[in-house]
């Protein structure tokens, strides 16, 4: 695999520490809380303030998952080639027979030989998108989630970041080394995209013998993002999205729309307005 050197560039450990400050211009709905001035011109991650987010976090059991399989997920923090804190995630490969084309964490199944959660999603990531283990300072896990195979799948949140001791540099994920059997691409998703106007959708889906409809959060893509990626008008859309319209949804956008409004605290909504 190559090195990371080839696929950084041009910033400095800064952009990485944890000394987040209040904005006074900040226009992001409910306001500006300490983890999201990352959001803003110049902003940074505040990895030990996530870090405690995360160990704060209440421990969910999930009683109907399997017991004899489990998975985990890595939710990589990095910067994109513009230093802006941005989330990376990947696009599934045309030929898989599910989920195919769709945005997603790296992840999978957790193997006999893996000590926990973290080292599955260590593991994964570098079969997956060439990220060796060492490039990864984990943060901590989020709760588990029920993927539809009714297996308990952990979000393991980790910062993308030192390079031989030559500190954080934007990441350019163009020059991953991808395992072409599993992933099409992986691109880095800004976070001042996530949290602007207009991002977050809501979308209405039945569920079995459930008497009340459940409202799934989607995260969408601006119609440029969208081109650069292969595949991905063809993937399956969230029920009633508009035809094309391409979308991070299903179990990464539960996720990722957890990493926002539960540890960042960001002020999105936490449900559909007008729901309980």
Same mark, same amino acid.
């Given at each position: ?17 944890? /000394? ?158 991808? /395992? ?97």
């Amino acid at each position: 695999m190559a090195g990371l050197g080839g696929l950084m560039h041009g910033a400095t450990r800064s952009a990485f520490q944890a /000394n987040p400050l209040r904005s006074k211009s900040c226009t992001l709905p409910g306001g500006c809380s300490a983890l999201c001035t990352a959001s803003h011109p110049g902003g940074q991650w505040p990895t030990d303030l996530i870090g405690q987010r995360l160990r704060e976090l209440p421990r969910q059991r999930l009683k109907t998952a399997a017991k004899d399989k489990s998975a985990a997920v890595l939710v990589p923090l990095c910067l994109d080639a513009l230093a802006r804190p941005s989330v990376l995630l990947c696009v599934r490969a045309a030929h898989l027979r599910a989920h195919a084309g769709e945005i997603c964490f790296p992840g999978g199944r957790a193997d006999p030989g893996d000590a926990d959660a973290a080292a599955t999603a260590l593991r994964e990531a570098q079969e997956e998108l060439g990220l060796e283990p060492a490039w990864v300072t984990i943060l901590g896990e989020m709760s588990p989630v029920l993927s539809s195979g009714r297996m308990a799948v952990t979000p393991v949140v980790g910062a993308v970041d030192v390079i031989g001791g030559a500190g954080l540099e934007p990441l350019d994920a163009s020059r991953l080394v991808l /395992n072409s059997s599993e992933v099409a691409a992986a691109f880095a998703l800004p976070l001042e995209h996530l949290l602007a106007p207009g991002t977050l959708t809501w979308h209405e889906l039945h569920i079995g013998r459930e008497s009340m409809p459940r409202y799934i959060p989607a995260f969408r893509l601006t119609a440029e993002q969208a081109s650069a990626l292969p595949y991905t008008a063809g993937q399956a859309r969230p029920p009633g999205s508009p035809e094309g319209e391409v979308s991070v949804w299903g179990m990464t956008g539960f996720v990722l729309h957890s990493l926002l409004s539960e540890v960042l605290q960001s002020g999105i909504a936490r449900s559909k307005p007008g729901t309980t």
